[in-house]
């Protein structure tokens, strides 16, 4: 599993804790174990990373995770307005935590996370489906991503 999509995992699952908690997203990275300091910072003036998953980690790939959620926290109201306006037949109140956590943060990398193809990030977030969601998840998230970056100005 490449970098990226352990770091979009790490943002999965911290989004998909906030369902059952209070916790905002960097604060679910961190009580998850996912983000720690770097070794070489110094006291009060660096950010967290994501934890480092494979030896080969780029600090760039690293960051993802904590960009995710962040965006993901930051404009929960309009993400989710994009997500009403792109579900056909569902609404956010019936979808799984699982399926709305992912689909907000794929919505948030297209929107907000820039120098990654839209293919790419939809492509991934299907994969995480796969894994994570329902059997029937997979077509919903392809469906509502691919709608939302063809009517995207970005």
């Not at 960009?67 to 056909?88: F, G, K, M």
């Amino acid at each position: 599993m490449g970098q990226r999509r352990k770091s979009r995992e790490a943002a999965f699952l911290a989004s998909f804790s906030q369902h059952f908690t209070s916790y905002d997203g960097h604060s679910s990275l961190e009580r998850l174990g996912l983000i720690r300091e770097p070794e070489d910072a110094e006291e009060g003036d660096a950010p967290t990373v994501p934890v480092a998953h494979e030896p080969d980690w780029k600090p760039e790939d690293d960051a993802l995770a904590a960009a995710l959620v962040a965006a993901v926290d930051e404009h929960r109201a309009e993400i989710d307005r994009i997500l009403e306006e792109r579900l056909v037949g569902w609404t956010v109140e019936r979808l799984s935590p699982a399926v709305a956590a992912l689909l907000r943060l794929g919505i948030a990398e297209l929107r907000y996370i820039e120098g990654i193809p839209a293919n790419v990030t939809i492509d991934e977030y299907v994969e995480l489906t796969k894994r994570y969601a329902e059997d029937e998840a997979p077509s919903l998230v392809n469906a509502v991503l691919d709608r939302i970056h063809k009517s995207s100005p970005k």
